[in-house]
C-alpha cells in the first residue's frame, strides 16, 4: 500500500513538474516572439539564424529524405505485391510522407541538429555571463538572442518539410521506376489522384508547430542553463530529448485535431 | 551627493535564509566605492539587485534619483544603459571581434552617429585602455586574460555610462597583472570624474588603493564602511582578522 501510494505521490509530482514546465516554457516563447515584432527589430540576427537552421541543414534533410522515400516505396511494394496492388506505391508513400513522415523526420533531424546547437550556444552565453552582458548594456537578451532563433525555425521547418516531401518522392519515385519496374506514368498518375493540396497543408501546418517546439524548447534549456560546462551539457541533451519526445507525441494530437477540424469545417 | 542609495534590502531565495538582511547603503556620486567581504556574504547579490537583475524581498534601491522597484522589466532594461560592467571574466561576445565587441553597445544606442563616428569611439575607447590596433580584428579566444579584460572595460566605458561596475576585476589575476587592472580602474575613473565607480571584491590591498569609499559586508548586512582609515583604527573583531590576513579566507 505504501508502495502504491509512494508511487502516485511520484507520479503526480512528475506531472506537476512538467505542467509547470510547460507552463514556463510557454510563456518564455510567448514573450520571446512578442518582442521580435517590437523594436528595434532584429531582421539581421533573423537572417543569421534563418541561414543556420535552413540552408546548412538542406543537405542533411535531402540525404535522409532520399533514402526514406526509398526505404518506404521498398516495403510497401513487398507488402502490396501479395495482394497485386503494386500500384499503389506512390499514393501510399505520398500520403504517409507528406502527412506524417516528412514533418515528423524533419522536425526530429533539425531539433538534433539546429536546436542542439541552439541550446549549447545559448547555454555556453549563459554561463561565461554574455547573456547578462546583453542584460546590463540595456539590451533584451531574448529580443536579441531568442525572437529571432524561434522565429527562424517558425520559418525554416515548413520550407525544409517541402524539401524533404518533395526529395522523398524523388527517391520513392526513383526505386519505384527504376529498380521495381513499376510504371512511371501509373506512379505519377495515382499520385495526382490521390493527393491533394490538403495533404500539403496538413504536412506544412504540423512542421511549423513543431518548428516552435524545438525552437522554443532548445533556446529555454539554453537560456537557464545552471552550471559550467556540465550543465551546457545537460541542457543541450534535455533540449534536444524533450523536442523530440514532444515533437513526437504532439504529432498525434495534431493529427487528431486536424481530423476533428476537417470533420467540423466539412472540408 | 548620492549615485546609487540601499534603504534596509533584504532578499530570500527560499522564504528562510536571507541573502541579505537589512543592507542599507549610500554610494557617493563620482567616487570609487569598493564592495568587500568574505565569498559567499551577498555582494554579487547585492549588485544584481542594484542592476535590477534581481529584485528584492524587501527594501528599496535608488539609483540616480530612480526608484528601480517601480520600474517594470522593460523599463530595467533601458535603464540599464547607464550601467557600464566588467564581469570577472569579461564576457565578451565571442564570435565578435574585439573591436566588434566595444562597437556593439555603440551601434545599438548611437544611431545619430555615422559608422565612423562609431569606429572612431569604439577605437577612442580600446586606446584608453591599452589595447593596440594589432588585437582589433583577433576574436576572444584569441586574447590574454588580461586583454580580455581590457576589452570587456573598453565595452563597458563605450557609452560613458554614469555607473561603472566591476565584479571581482582581479580574482584569478597574477599580482602584476592585478596592478596592472587596478590601475586601469583608477585611470578610467580619472578620465571621467564624473562617473560612479563601484568595485566588488575580495582583495582588501586593491579596496585601500582604490576605493574613496568602502563598505565590508558580513551576513547579509554591512559590518562597516568609510575609508581605509576607518578600517584600520576599527575594532570589530572580523575586520581586523580582514585587515589581518588581506584576501585570504579563514
Not at chain 1, 5 to 24: P, S, V
Not at chain 2, 98 to 112: A, G
Not at chain 2, 184 to 200: Q, Y
Amino acid at each position: 500500500m505504501i508502495f502504491v501510494t509512494n508511487f502516485i505521490q511520484q507520479l503526480r509530482t512528475a506531472i506537476e513538474d512538467y505542467m509547470i514546465f510547460l507552463g514556463k516554457f510557454s510563456i518564455f516563447g510567448y514573450e520571446s516572439v512578442r518582442l521580435f515584432f517590437k523594436k528595434p527589430y532584429r531582421m539581421d540576427q533573423l537572417v543569421k539564424h534563418l541561414e543556420f537552421v535552413a540552408n546548412k541543414s538542406i543537405f542533411i534533410i535531402c540525404l535522409t529524405a532520399f533514402f526514406t522515400g526509398m526505404v518506404l516505396s521498398f516495403q510497401i511494394y513487398l507488402g502490396y505485391k501479395t495482394i497485386n496492388s503494386e500500384n499503389l506505391v506512390g499514393p501510399t508513400v505520398g500520403l504517409g510522407i507528406f502527412r506524417e513522415l516528412g514533418p515528423v523526420l524533419t522536425g526530429l533531424i533539425v531539433s538534433a541538429r539546429a536546436g542542439g546547437a541552439m541550446a549549447a550556444r545559448l547555454g555556453t552565453m549563459r554561463v561565461t555571463e554574455q547573456i547578462d552582458a546583453f542584460a546590463v548594456m540595456g539590451i533584451n537578451p531574448k529580443q536579441f538572442l531568442i525572437g529571432p532563433r524561434i522565429i527562424a525555425a517558425l520559418i525554416a521547418m515548413p520550407l525544409l518539410n517541402g524539401v524533404f516531401c518533395f526529395v522523398a518522392m524523388l527517391g520513392a519515385y526513383f526505386i519505384s521506376v527504376y529498380l521495381l519496374n513499376l510504371d512511371s506514368a501509373v506512379f505519377i498518375d495515382k499520385l495526382k489522384v490521390w493527393l491533394n493540396p490538403q495533404h500539403l497543408n496538413e504536412g506544412l501546418f504540423k512542421a511549423f508547430v513543431f518548428g516552435g517546439l524545438f525552437g522554443t524548447i532548445c533556446t529555454y534549456r539554453g537560456y537557464h542553463t545552471k552550471g559550467g560546462a556540465k550543465g551546457v551539457g545537460e541542457a543541450t541533451n534535455s533540449g534536444v530529448v524533450n523536442s523530440m519526445v514532444l515533437i513526437i507525441v504532439s504529432d498525434f494530437f495534431l493529427t487528431k485535431m486536424i481530423r476533428l477540424f476537417l470533420v467540423w469545417t466539412g472540408l | 551627493m548620492n549615485a546609487i542609495e540601499i534603504k534596509d534590502l533584504r532578499k530570500t531565495f527560499d522564504g528562510e535564509k536571507y541573502i541579505l538582511d537589512g543592507i542599507t547603503l549610500n554610494i557617493p556620486k563620482g567616487k570609487i566605492t569598493v564592495i568587500i567581504g568574505f565569498s559567499g556574504t551577498g555582494k554579487s547579490v547585492l549588485i544584481k539587485h542594484v542592476l535590477g537583475l534581481i529584485r528584492p524581498t524587501s527594501g528599496s534601491i535608488n539609483v540616480l534619483g530612480t526608484d528601480i522597484g517601480l520600474l517594470n522589466d522593460e523599463q530595467m532594461i533601458r535603464f540599464r544603459s547607464h550601467f557600464g560592467m566588467l564581469f570577472q571574466d569579461a564576457a565578451l561576445f565571442d564570435d565578435f571581434t574585439t573591436i566588434e565587441n566595444v562597437l556593439f553597445p555603440i551601434q545599438e544606442f548611437r544611431k545619430d552617429l555615422s559608422k565612423e563616428q562609431k569606429l572612431e569611439i569604439a577605437k577612442l575607447k580600446l586606446s584608453q585602455v591599452g589595447l593596440s590596433e594589432e588585437h582589433y580584428d583577433k576574436l576572444p579566444s584569441e586574447l590574454s586574460g588580461g586583454m580580455r579584460k581590457r576589452c570587456g572595460l573598453a565595452r563597458a566605458i563605450a557609452l560613458d555610462p554614469d555607473i561603472l561596475l566591476y565584479d571581482e576585476p582581479t580574482t584569478g589575476l597574477d599580482p602584476v597583472m592585478t596592478e596592472t587592472v587596478d590601475n586601469l580602474i583608477l585611470n578610467t575613473h580619472n578620465h571621467n570624474r564624473e562617473s560612479t565607480t563601484v568595485v566588488i571584491s575580495h582583495d582588501l590591498h586593491a579596496a585601500f588603493r582604490l576605493g574613496d569609499h568602502i563598505a565590508m559586508l558580513d551576513g547579509g548586512k554591512v559590518l562597516l564602511e568609510g575609508n581605509a582609515k576607518t578600517f584600520f583604527d576599527s575594532d570589530i573583531d572580523l575586520v581586523q582578522k580582514f585587515v589581518a590576513k588581506g584576501i585570504k579566507h579563514e
